[in-house]
């Protein structure tokens, strides 16, 4: 009987640490897209409802602390966000994060970065 307890018992703690390792779902209605740069860097650009109007949050990862980059994002043609940001620690990330209105129709965004030092571009799009 404690044999099979045990065995129970284990099987309970690996099932509990599998579920732990697997990644959060995106939430219902969210649009993500991903890509790569053009050099090493990976950029994220989430679209999300956000109390009726569009959580934009674009993020760039280089895996490198202290880098400066240009960053524009373009919603139907417009800029709603033009600035710098720089890569912080632990991830050598950044992210850009907005809240901007949810017009009738589609909502096609846009977003841009450039590392100053390297030149790197990191291009995305999204329709909401």
Do not use: H
Not at 114 to 125: D, I, K, P, Y
Request: aromatic share 6%; proline share 3%.
């Amino acid at each position: 009987m404690t044999g099979k307890i045990m065995r129970v018992g284990l099987a309970a703690a690996l099932a509990l640490s599998l579920a732990g390792a697997v990644p959060a779902a995106a939430k219902d209605g969210d649009v993500i897209r991903r890509g790569s740069c053009s050099a090493a860097s990976d950029w994220k650009l989430k679209l999300s409802p956000e109390n009726g109007k569009i959580e934009v949050e674009y993020e760039v990862d280089s895996n490198r602390v202290g880098q400066t980059w240009r960053v524009r994002i373009v919603k139907n043609g417009s800029t709603i966000f033009r600035g710098t940001r720089r890569t912080t620690a632990p991830s050598g990330s950044f992210e850009v994060r907005i809240v901007t209105p949810n017009t009738a129709g589609r909502d096609v965004f846009r977003a841009v970065a450039r590392n100053v030092g390297t030149g790197e571009t990191c291009r995305g799009s999204a329709t909401f």
